[in-house]
Protein backbone atom coordinates (compact mmCIF):
# COMPACT_ATOMS: atom_id res chain seq x y z
CA UNK A 1 0.00 0.00 0.00
CA UNK A 2 1.00 3.64 -1.17
CA UNK A 3 1.93 5.96 1.90
CA UNK A 4 -0.49 8.59 2.31
CA UNK A 5 0.76 11.47 0.43
CA UNK A 6 3.28 10.24 -1.53
CA UNK A 7 1.69 11.44 -4.86
CA UNK A 8 1.29 14.59 -3.51
CA UNK A 9 5.39 14.99 -2.20
CA UNK A 10 6.65 12.85 -5.39
CA UNK A 11 4.05 15.20 -7.92
CA UNK A 12 6.05 18.57 -5.33
CA UNK A 13 9.20 16.89 -5.75
CA UNK A 14 9.68 16.47 -9.32
CA UNK A 15 8.04 20.11 -9.79
CA UNK A 16 10.74 21.66 -7.40
CA UNK A 17 13.72 19.64 -9.15
CA UNK A 18 12.34 20.39 -12.55
CA UNK A 19 12.16 24.17 -12.07
CA UNK A 20 16.07 23.76 -10.39
CA UNK A 21 16.96 21.66 -13.50
CA UNK A 22 15.40 24.31 -16.11
CA UNK A 23 17.17 27.14 -14.28
CA UNK A 24 20.18 25.25 -14.84
CA UNK A 25 20.10 24.69 -18.03
CA UNK A 26 19.00 28.51 -19.10
CA UNK A 27 22.89 29.46 -16.93
CA UNK A 28 24.37 26.43 -18.52
CA UNK A 29 22.97 27.22 -22.50
CA UNK A 30 23.44 31.31 -21.78
CA UNK A 31 26.75 31.00 -19.96
CA UNK A 32 28.88 31.04 -23.70
CA UNK A 33 26.71 34.47 -24.72
CA UNK A 34 28.01 35.57 -21.37
CA UNK A 35 31.47 34.43 -21.78
CA UNK A 36 32.77 35.67 -25.36
CA UNK A 37 30.08 38.83 -24.59
CA UNK A 38 29.10 37.93 -28.53
CA UNK A 39 25.62 37.78 -29.72
CA UNK A 40 26.78 34.19 -32.07
CA UNK A 41 27.55 32.40 -29.47
CA UNK A 42 23.77 30.92 -28.16
CA UNK A 43 22.30 27.96 -26.64
CA UNK A 44 18.74 26.63 -26.56
CA UNK A 45 16.57 25.23 -24.04
CA UNK A 46 13.36 23.81 -24.46
CA UNK A 47 10.20 23.19 -22.20
CA UNK A 48 10.51 19.44 -23.01
CA UNK A 49 13.68 19.75 -20.74
CA UNK A 50 11.35 19.96 -18.14
CA UNK A 51 9.75 16.45 -18.84
CA UNK A 52 13.32 14.79 -18.77
CA UNK A 53 13.64 16.42 -15.26
CA UNK A 54 10.83 15.02 -14.50
CA UNK A 55 11.63 11.61 -15.87
CA UNK A 56 15.31 11.77 -13.79
CA UNK A 57 13.76 12.76 -10.61
CA UNK A 58 11.69 10.05 -10.51
CA UNK A 59 13.92 7.32 -12.10
CA UNK A 60 17.29 8.62 -10.12
CA UNK A 61 16.96 6.57 -7.14
CA UNK A 62 16.72 3.40 -8.70
CA UNK A 63 19.71 3.87 -10.07
CA UNK A 64 21.09 4.45 -6.19
CA UNK A 65 20.04 1.92 -5.03
CA UNK A 66 21.17 -0.09 -8.28
CA UNK A 67 25.04 1.32 -7.45
CA UNK A 68 24.51 0.38 -3.59
CA UNK A 69 23.53 -3.10 -4.29
CA UNK A 70 26.39 -3.39 -6.39
CA UNK A 71 28.26 -2.32 -3.72
CA UNK A 72 29.61 0.61 -5.58
CA UNK A 73 29.84 3.19 -2.45
CA UNK A 74 32.58 5.61 -3.33
CA UNK A 75 30.86 9.15 -4.90
CA UNK A 76 32.84 9.79 -7.47
CA UNK A 77 32.77 6.30 -8.65
CA UNK A 78 28.88 6.67 -8.68
CA UNK A 79 29.08 9.99 -10.57
CA UNK A 80 31.53 8.38 -13.40
CA UNK A 81 28.56 5.76 -13.55
CA UNK A 82 25.73 8.29 -13.56
CA UNK A 83 27.13 10.02 -16.06
CA UNK A 84 26.76 7.22 -18.36
CA UNK A 85 23.27 6.89 -16.97
CA UNK A 86 22.75 10.68 -17.95
CA UNK A 87 23.99 9.85 -21.68
CA UNK A 88 21.25 7.33 -21.93
CA UNK A 89 18.72 9.95 -20.43
CA UNK A 90 20.11 12.20 -22.68
CA UNK A 91 20.41 9.61 -25.77
CA UNK A 92 16.72 8.52 -25.07
CA UNK A 93 15.27 11.34 -25.03
CA UNK A 94 16.40 13.26 -27.76
CA UNK A 95 15.80 10.08 -29.97
CA UNK A 96 12.18 9.93 -28.89
CA UNK A 97 11.77 13.51 -29.45
CA UNK A 98 13.42 13.57 -32.74
CA UNK A 99 11.21 10.68 -34.05
CA UNK A 100 8.19 12.89 -32.72
CA UNK A 101 9.01 15.52 -35.16
CA UNK A 102 10.68 17.79 -32.30
CA UNK A 103 14.28 18.43 -31.73
CA UNK A 104 15.24 20.03 -28.34
CA UNK A 105 18.73 20.44 -28.57
CA UNK A 106 21.34 19.18 -31.23
CA UNK A 107 25.26 19.37 -30.79
CA UNK A 108 25.90 18.52 -35.04
CA UNK A 109 28.25 21.12 -35.86
CA UNK A 110 30.08 20.74 -32.57
CA UNK A 111 34.15 20.24 -33.32
CA UNK A 112 35.83 17.44 -33.58
CA UNK A 113 32.87 15.90 -35.45
CA UNK A 114 33.68 12.73 -33.84
CA UNK A 115 31.96 13.53 -30.65
CA UNK A 116 28.80 13.47 -31.28
CA UNK A 117 28.55 12.01 -35.04
CA UNK A 118 27.92 8.51 -33.24
CA UNK A 119 24.61 9.87 -31.96
CA UNK A 120 23.24 12.10 -34.77
CA UNK A 121 23.77 15.19 -32.42
CA UNK A 122 21.78 13.64 -29.18
CA UNK A 123 25.06 13.50 -27.47
CA UNK A 124 28.31 14.83 -26.74
CA UNK A 125 31.59 13.93 -25.17
CA UNK A 126 32.64 17.39 -24.57
CA UNK A 127 29.93 17.83 -21.83
CA UNK A 128 31.50 15.13 -19.73
CA UNK A 129 32.80 17.34 -16.88
CA UNK A 130 29.81 19.07 -16.81
CA UNK A 131 28.19 16.40 -16.70
CA UNK A 132 30.71 14.74 -13.93
CA UNK A 133 29.51 17.68 -11.65
CA UNK A 134 26.22 17.35 -12.26
CA UNK A 135 26.37 14.04 -11.33
CA UNK A 136 28.14 14.43 -8.06
CA UNK A 137 25.43 17.44 -7.40
CA UNK A 138 22.43 14.70 -7.90
CA UNK A 139 22.55 12.52 -5.52
CA UNK A 140 22.36 14.73 -2.43
CA UNK A 141 20.52 17.52 -4.47
CA UNK A 142 17.48 14.62 -4.59
CA UNK A 143 18.06 13.32 -1.27
CA UNK A 144 17.61 16.73 0.36
CA UNK A 145 14.93 17.79 -2.11
CA UNK A 146 12.80 14.50 -0.66
CA UNK A 147 13.66 14.88 2.73
CA UNK A 148 12.77 18.53 2.64
CA UNK A 149 9.22 17.78 0.66
CA UNK A 150 8.33 15.02 3.27
CA UNK A 151 9.37 17.46 6.31
CA UNK A 152 6.91 20.14 4.30
CA UNK A 153 4.03 18.02 3.93
CA UNK A 154 4.30 16.31 7.46
CA UNK A 155 4.25 19.66 9.09
CA UNK A 156 1.00 20.67 6.55
CA UNK A 157 2.92 23.14 5.25
CA UNK A 158 2.58 21.62 1.61
CA UNK A 159 -1.48 21.31 1.17
CA UNK A 160 -2.98 22.15 -2.29
CA UNK A 161 -5.04 24.90 -0.60
CA UNK A 162 -1.32 26.69 0.53
CA UNK A 163 -0.25 25.66 -2.79
CA UNK A 164 -3.15 27.51 -4.22
CA UNK A 165 -3.54 30.47 -2.19
CA UNK A 166 -5.92 31.17 0.56
CA UNK A 167 -9.17 29.62 0.97
CA UNK A 168 -12.12 31.56 0.92
CA UNK A 169 -12.64 31.58 4.87
CA UNK A 170 -9.08 32.52 5.42
CA UNK A 171 -8.95 35.94 3.05
CA UNK A 172 -8.29 39.04 5.08
Do not use: H
Given at each position: ?7 KK??A ?20 R?L ?9 V ?21 F ?30 R ?24 I???F ?5 I?A??I ?12 A ?5 Y????K??G???N???
Amino acid sequence: MIAKGTLKKEIAGALLYGAIGMIVEVFVTGLPRLLNKSKTAFGFVSVLMFLLYLIVYWTAPFFFRMFTKFNIRNRFLRAFCMVFVIYGYEWGFGALCRACGYMPWTYTGMKPDWVTSFSNGNITLLFFPLWYIYALIIEPLLKSLRIMISALYDKKYLTWKKFWGLTANERV
